[in-house]
Structures are given as structure tokens and as C-alpha cells.
């Protein structure tokens, strides 16, 4: 039924102003006329079951619920077929979260003792827990994630209760609470540990990778920041994630490779965005959302139109449901409750997503309190489906008084003792089964591997892993062949077995580069690379360029990400030829300059050179651009002397020639409508560069017109003009500036390089660059005000609008320590403008005092 406006105009709006999420002076009117929202009554498992929607053929089956389990919010499977649940239970017990950091948190593990299917005998694993995420299995009993640390519990006894817990990281969070002033904000704490295919542990909303080597040794390496709540892995161990606003992403490549080089700009291949389509399709009204009362966050009949709290995503890799559901990704809604199905789709090694019902969901329910947070996949071969069964989701921190209003309507804040957790299943195929030995053997760990649900073959490796045995290293190696082993799947796992206790040889992988399957072949090429050091050289590269040809898509990409650690003519001769005989691709161009860093304009140079790089590769611009771009962004003058050489020494207006200058003009940000263009360094030589010289005679108007854009950042000793960088040349620091500089440097790598990344040029889906930035090269006013009370979007940063927010850091940070993080950034990355002190940030804090909300930019930009 469509809700017409003239009934919007008669409902009062909600006062503003009276929670943590409220914005100043935005009007909170309801959008859902009252008689149109059904109640919301407390409904018991066997009857919300019956509100549920799902594809013809499949079902919904209770597994657990209260009073068994309560406020579940994460679970994992081990080996013997029980569950270990995390229990948030103290999630907010009432809209305004009081008694949130009472340690009454559980880590329980659920048993099926009769077989029936549904869970019947609780054992509580660990208790005590203060807002626990997440947990994982590992060694003799499990990571648990109690951020902001990371528990290793130990059951050495083996009656499932924890008896010793050592501390793995104390920094497992990214957000302050900006009341409370710790790294205790649930909405933003880092969750769901997840051993991967490479024997690393990932997790969402972090930017640590883990390696377990045994007792207390452990890896700590940087990687990407992925997602809010919740990861997964596919068949190749590709990961995905998402965050509330944004359906799914995902790495093409591992991201390691993607951060080699600080002169690439926004790499392509991690952290990409599969789903572009944010629409939505509940089948029932959704007016307890957040921000329900802004235009467009309800349609007009009154569902959620958009993703606001998508999470929890699962690839289902088992073998109960249909062929054509493998390698799909499930992940949840709950505040439109229901759970979304995106068929993953893979061409020339890009993926992307579409809903798999479209116009529709998965699973949906018309139950508001059905509340999926999180999904997994089970032993059996089914999905799981874990139920917090809140009617308040929202936490204090961002709660406005519109949901508020919305929740004490109905009740929805209580009761807070629920908890279901569902399995869906194919009626129509049997489950399989879901336990093996207590403790499995090695010889049921091998054939493990190769068991047609990821499930199995992913706890199998970890297992094999685990236990380092290298005896085991000669079986492995006949499971990674194609003759003794028909599973593509197992001889993959059987190669990450092999990493992962350190027995990977160059002969095994020699074979596997020449497997039938895509994914075996790309994870050898990716092994490669530690044997080209050292000793094992040669033969490596032997191995390495045997296999250089004309690959398929995500194949060719390892191979390019793996060649270009040889740093020589001969291997980058190699590159050029195949590049330019591939399809264009900004995944194929980006795999290699990600690994020239410094190189860039040599291998630009050879490229250019090279016959084969002729007039009818013209499709291939955008390689040249992006080598360019690089040679700009690192600067030297030297270096980019000679990109204007070679620029100038091509023909007037072939496509190498222009590409080029767009590579130059590539720093150069889009002025916004209205505002003045960012600052942004320009260029100045000794002298006349011959290049420039040779392009300002050119006729082609496309020439003539980047030409001019370019201007202004060219210049010279005595040609008359101002300095091209419209930067203020920098004052020397003093004594005690240097210090604070230094500070912040080290407060920079803690608290915002995660996100921004150490080379400040920001990563793409989840923060803007800093580098050259014109809110950070301008008024230190407006910079302290994001610091104290962050930001929120859009924003729009060196022409590009970011639909992102910043935390708040004013309760977590003194003056002192805002103000190091300040003048670091105004200072790096050759920036010259002023540094703050500690007394700019304590008038401006006392000045802004009263404020509770995050700005926005139409606000700062009117401070001065």
C-alpha cells in the first residue's frame, strides 16, 4: 500500500537532539503512518519459522533458541559437529545501554547428544566476557575476540571449559566509544578471525594479519582493512566482506601485493566492490530503521529501500544445496529482516555480484524482531543462520530518538534473554554427516581434503597444519597431483597444506603450474615467489617463465603480481609483450605497478620503445597513464624531466603521447563546484624541460588542451613565473615541533595509517587521501574540529565525493596527542603548511564543548 504525503504532513516530528545520533537541526518526522505498522509481538521459534519466505524447496529448522543459547551473535563448528556460540549479552539491555560493560558475555558450545538435529546440552566454554565478537577454533580450544583484545583459550584438559587464556593482541579494535574514550565501540570493533586458505588469520574491521606457528609464536603482518562484521572465503580463498551501507566486496588478489608500491594511487584488485545495486526488497514495513525519516531511506510503501546494516557474509561452499549455489554469497539484513543471496559471476579475473532473486530475497521474514546477524556454513552441508533476536539493534552510540520513539511504540527493547539460530535446507537432498573422530587421524585429515564440502577440506587443513607434522609432506605432495588425485579442490588444499608446514618444494610446484585447474595453477605461481631469492633463483625463474603466456584472467594477474619480484630486462621484456597482448584491464595494469615501485618510468620507457607497443594498441592507454601517474606521484624532478621527454618526443597526438600528460594530469584534482581547486605541487626545473618545450608546439588540439591544464605546475628558474606550487614554501620546525612531529608520526601508525595508509594516499571504500588533501593543507581550525569530533559524509575530497565517516577522537586523544597527529599530517608527504599546537586544540575543544554530533562539510567549510 503507498503512503500518501498528505498523511506525512499530519504526524508530529520526534524531537531532536536527545541521542548520540542525532543531527542538528534535522528534522525527525515519521515517514510510516502509524496504523500501517503491525504489531510486533514476542513470537516463539516454531511460529517466527512460519513468517519466513524462502525459495521454493528449501526450509528453515530450528537448531537452537532460549533459553539454551541467548543474544547469539557469532558461531562456528567443530570437527565433532558441536556449535560454539558467542553470546553478546550484554548488547544493549536498554536503549540507553546501561550495565553494556557488565562482563556477562559467553563463549558456549551447543551439542546435538541425540542426533535429532537440534541442539539439546550447554557447556559454558568461557565466560565473563565483556561485549565478546567473535570466536575461532584453534589448537586445543579457540581465538576469542573481546575486543580490544584477542584472546588464545586453551581447553588442555578436554572437558570444553576453558582452563588458561594468554592475551594474542590487545589492540583487536579500530573505534573509540566516544563516551567511554576506549576501543569499545561494538558497531566498529574488529571481529570474525578467520583461518584462510593461506594459513593466515583475517578479520573484519582490522588491518593485522596472524600466523600461528605454534605455542606462543606468532606473525603479525599489516594488511587491508575489510569490512564491519563478518568474513568469508571462497573456493581459491579469495575473501569477501561488506559494511553496513555497502552489500559485498571483495579481493581479486591478495592485498599484500597491492600495498608493494606507495607511488600507486588507489590500487585495483582488494577491497573491490562487487555490488553496486544497494537496493533492497523486505517483504514487510521497515519504520524502525535509524535514519527512517530521511528521504530515501524508506520506499513509499514504507520497506527499507537501501542497505543500512548489511553483514555477516557466508560463501556457501557446501554440498546440500543445488550445483548452481556454490560459491554464491549470503549475507544478512536485520534491519529489514531478511537475508540476501548475490550469484558471484568471475570474468577475466574480475568478479562481480548480482542479486540472485531479483526483486526480491533469499529468506524474509515479516517478523520485525527477526534479527540474522551473522551466517555460516555447517559440516553438513547447509547454512546457518544466527539469530540475535533483539528488537533493539541499534547501538547508543548512533541511535537516534526517531528509532527510539519507534521501539518503545512497539516494545521492542524487550525482552533481551532471546537467541535462535536456524538451519536452512534443501528438502529435497539429504544432509550429510556432520561429525568425525574426536581426534582425527592423519589418514582422515588427507582424505579430508579433498571432501566435496569447503567446510571439511578448510578445518582438515587447518588441522594438518596445526599439528606440523612433516612426515606427512610425501602424501601431501602425491594429493597435488592431478593422477592421484581427480579433486581440483583437494590438490589445492593439499599445496596450502604443504605451505602451511613448511614444505612447499620447487618440483611439486613445477607440477602444479601445469594443473588442469585455474586455481591450483594460480596458487602455485603465487608460491613461487619466496624461491626467487636466494639459492633457489634460477630454477624458480626457470619454473616462473616456462608458464609466462597467454593466460586466462585471474591466472595471468598471479603471474604478473609473481614476475614483476625478478626486477630484470628479461622478465619485464616478458611483461610488455604479454600486456599488450591481453585484453585491457585496469587488474591486469595494476598487478604490475604494483610491483615497479621506482621502476615505473623505466618500464614506461621500455614499453613505449617496443614495436609491439604500436599505434593499435591504443586500448592499452590506460597502462601508459597509470605509469605516468606514478612518475608524478613520487615527484622527483629528475624523473619527471624525463616523462616530459619522452612525452614530447612522441608523435604529436598518438595515444602515447597523451596518455602521458593524463598520467601527469592525474594529480591534478577536479575542482568542485563552487569551492576553489585543492592545492596541489607543481614541478620546478633547473631549467626548460626539451619534452615541455617540444609539447607547447603541438597542434592537435587534445595536445594544446592538456598542455594548458598543465601549465601552471611547470616551471623553471627565470622563466618569469611565480612558483608553480601553490604551497607556502615550509618554515623550519623548532626544537619542540620536531618532537611533536615525531610523536605524531608513531600516533599516525596507530590510530589512522589502518585507513589511510602509511603512504597517505587513503584506500578506496573506506577513507579518502590525505596526501595533498586540501582539508588538511587548509585551515588547522577545521582539521582540530575532525579530530575532536569526526566526520561525517559525503565529503568531497580532491574532487571526488566520499560517502564515509570519521570517528570521533576527542575522548580518546589529549590536546597534546591531536595536535602530533596534526602536524604530522600537515608536514608529510612534502606538505609545508603550519603545525598545531596543543593550545589550538584545547581552545577549540572549549569552544566546541557542547557539541555531541560529528560535522559535516557544509559545516566546517563556514569555519574560517
Keep these: 500500500m503507498m503512503i500518501r504525503p498528505i498523511l506525512l504532513l499530519a504526524l508530529a516530528a520526534v524531537p531532536v537532539l536527545a541521542q548520540n545520533g542525532d543531527h542538528a537541526g534535522e528534522v525527525q518526522a515519521e515517514r510510516v503512518p502509524a496504523h500501517l505498522i503491525p504489531p510486533a509481538p514476542v513470537l516463539s521459534p516454531e511460529d517466527q519459522i512460519k513468517t519466513f519466505r524462502l525459495p521454493p524447496g528449501f526450509a528453515a529448522e530450528i537448531v537452537a533458541a532460549e533459553p539454551l543459547v541467548t543474544t547469539p551473535v557469532s558461531a562456528q563448528f567443530d570437527h565433532r559437529g558441536r556449535l560454539w556460540v558467542v553470546e553478546m549479552n550484554g548488547y544493549m539491555p536498554t536503549p540507553d545501554a546501561a550495565g553494556e560493560r557488565v562482563p556477562s558475555g559467553n563463549i558456549v558450545i551447543l551439542t546435538d547428544t541425540d542426533g535429532d538435529g537440534r541442539m539439546d546440552r550447554r557447556t559454558v566454554f568461557l565466560g565473563g566476557l565483556v561485549m565478546p565478537r567473535s570466536v575461532m577454533l584453534l589448537g586445543d580450544g579457540a581465538l576469542v575476540a573481546e575486543p580490544p583484545r584477542l584472546w588464545f583459550a586453551h581447553d588442555r584438559d578436554g572437558d570444553g571449559v576453558c582452563d588458561a587464556k594468554e592475551v594474542v593482541a590487545d589492540d583487536y579494535a579500530t573505534q573509540d566509544d566516544p563516551k567511554l574514550g576506549e576501543k569499545a565501540n561494538p558497531e566498529h570493533a574488529s571481529n570474525s578471525p578467520t583461518w584462510a586458505m593461506d594459513n593466515w588469520i583475517y578479520s573484519a574491521n582490522h588491518t593485522v594479519r596472524l600466523r600461528w606457528n605454534g605455542g606462543t609464536n606468532w606473525l603479525r603482518r599489516p594488511t587491508i582493512f575489510r569490512g564491519q562484521w563478518g568474513l568469508s572465503q571462497d573456493d581459491a580463498g579469495r575473501l569477501y566482506h561488506n559494511s553496513n551501507s555497502?552489500?559485498?566486496?571483495?579481493?581479486?588478489?591478495?592485498?599484500?601485493?597491492?600495498?608493494?608500491?606507495?607511488?600507486?594511487?588507489?590500487?585495483?584488485?582488494?577491497?573491490?566492490?562487487?555490488?553496486?545495486?544497494q537496493r533492497v526488497f523486505p517483504v514487510r514495513v521497515n519504520p524502525g530503521v535509524n535514519r527512517g525519516y530521511q528521504p530515501g531511506q524508506l520506499r513509499e510503501d514504507g520497506r527499507l529501500a537501501t542497505f543500512t546494516g548489511a553483514c555477516g557474509p557466508a560463501v556457501y561452499r557446501g554440498d546440500q544445496f543445488p550445483e548452481e549455489y556454490r560459491g554464491d554469497v549470503f549475507f544478512c539484513e536485520p534491519t529489514g529482516n531478511f537475508v540476501r543471496r548475490e550469484r558471484i559471476v568471475e570474468r577475466d579475473g574480475v568478479l562481480s555480484a548480482t542479486n540472485a532473486v531479483p526483486g526480491g530475497e533469499f529468506l524474509a521474514s515479516t517478523d520485525e524482531r527477526f534479527r540474522p546477524v551473522n551466517l555460516l556454513n555447517g559440516p553438513d552441508g547447509c547454512l546457518y543462520v544466527v539469530d540475535i533476536a533483539r528488537g533493539l539493534i541499534q547501538h547508543r552510540i548512533y541511535l537516534t530518538s526517531y528509532l527510539r520513539k519507534q521501539v518503545e511504540s512497539r516494545n521492542l527493547q524487550v525482552p533481551v534473554n532471546l537467541g535462535r539460530i536456524y538451519r536452512i535446507v534443501d528438502t529435497r537432498r539429504p544432509r550429510a554427516k556432520t561429525v568425525a573422530a574426536e581426534l582425527p587421524g592423519t589418514d582422515e585429515l588427507l582424505a579430508l581434503l579433498s571432501h566435496p564440502n569447503g567446510w571439511w577440506r578448510d578445518r582438515a587443513q587447518q588441522m594438518l597444519v596445526e599439528r606440523r607434522d612433516a612426515s606427512v609432506a610425501p602424501r601431501l605432495r602425491g594429493l597435488v597431483l592431478p593422477e592421484k588425485n581427480p579433486s581440483a579442490p583437494g590438490r589445492l588444499h593439499a599445496l596450502w597444506t604443504l605451505e602451511g608446514i613448511g614444505q612447499v618444494d620447487l618440483p611439486t610446484l613445477d607440477r602444479a603450474v601445469q594443473d588442469p585447474s585455474t586455481k591450483v595453477r594460480v596458487a602455485a605461481l603465487r608460491l613461487i615467489e619466496p624461491f626467487l631469492q636466494g639459492p633457489t633463483r634460477q630454477e624458480a625463474s626457470l619454473v616462473l617463465l616456462r608458464r609466462a603466456g597467454f593466460l586466462p584472467g585471474a591466472e595471468q594477474v598471479q603471474l604478473f603480481l609473481t614476475m614483476t619480484a625478478l626486477k630484470t630486462q628479461a622478465a619485464d621484456t616478458i611483461l610488455r609483450v604479454l600486456l599488450m597482448n591481453s585484453p585491457a584491464s585496469p587488474l591486469r595494469y595494476d598487478a604490475v605497478a604494483s610491483g615497479l615501485g621506482g621502476r615505473e618510468l623505466e618500464f614506461l620507457e621500455g614499453l613505449v620503445a617496443d614495436p609491439v607497443c604500436g599505434p593499435d594498441k591504443k586500448e592499452h592507454a590506460g597502462l601508459v597513464r597509470r605509469l605516468a601517474e606514478c612518475v608524478a606521484v613520487e615527484g622527483k624532478i629528475d624523473r619527471v624531466e624525463h616523462l616530459l621527454h619522452l612525452a614530447g618526443n612522441r608523435r604529436a597526438g598518438d595515444w602515447q603521447q597523451l596518455a602521458m600528460l593524463d598520467g601527469l594530469l592525474s594529480i591534478v584534482p577536479v575542482a568542485t563546484k563552487g569551492r576553489p581547486a585543492p592545492a596541489v605541487r607543481g614541478f620546478r626545473f633547473a631549467a626548460q624541460p626539451v619534452g615541455w618545450a617540444a609539447l607547447k608546439l603541438a597542434d592537435p588540439q587534445e595536445v594544446r588542451a592538456r598542455v594548458q591544464r598543465l601549465e601552471p605546475l611547470v616551471g623553471w628558474e627565470g622563466d618569469g613565473k611565480a612558483a608553480p606550487a601553490p604551497l607556502p614554501v615550509a618554515t623550519k620546525l623548532s626544537a619542540d615541533e620536531e618532537a611533536s612531529f615525531t610523536r605524531g608520526k608513531d600516533l599516525y601508525a596507530v590510530v589512522c595509517g589502518?585507513?589511510?595508509?602509511?603512504?597517505?594516499?587513503?584506500?578506496?571504500?573506506?577513507?579518502?587521501?590525505?596526501?595533498?588533501?586540501?582539508?588538511?593543507?587548509?585551515?588547522?581550525?577545521?582539521?582540530?574540529?575532525?579530530?575532536?569530533?569526526?566526520?561525517?559524509?559525503?565529503?568531497?575530497?580532491?574532487?571526488?565525493?566520499?560517502?564515509?565517516?570519521?570517528?570521533?577522537?576527542?575522548?580518546?586523544?589529549?590536546?597534546?596527542?591531536?595536535?602530533?597527529a596534526l602536524t604530522y599530517i600537515r608536514r608529510e608527504w612534502g606538505h609545508t603548511v603550519a603545525p598545531v599546537t596543543a593550545a589550538t586544540v584545547k581552545a577549540v575543544r572549549a569552544a566546541t564543548a557542547k557539541r555531541e554530533d560529528s560535522w559535516t562539510e557544509a559545516e566546517l567549510l563556514r569555519v574560517p
Excluded: F
Aim: with cysteine; aromatic share 4%.
Design 246 to 277: 555497502d552489500a559485498l566486496r571483495g579481493d581479486l588478489v591478495p592485498s599484500e601485493y597491492l600495498d608493494r608500491n606507495p607511488n600507486l594511487r588507489q590500487p585495483y584488485g582488494a577491497n573491490v566492490q562487487l555490488e553496486r545495486d
Design 754 to 820: 589502518a585507513c589511510h595508509q602509511p603512504h597517505g594516499n587513503g584506500q578506496e571504500g573506506l577513507a579518502p587521501p590525505l596526501r595533498d588533501s586540501e582539508w588538511v593543507l587548509g585551515s588547522e581550525q577545521r582539521n582540530v574540529r575532525i579530530a575532536l569530533h569526526g566526520l561525517r559524509d559525503p565529503v568531497t575530497v580532491k574532487g571526488r565525493k566520499w560517502e564515509l565517516n570519521m570517528p570521533a577522537l576527542g575522548e580518546a586523544l589529549d590536546d597534546q596527542q591531536i595536535a602530533d
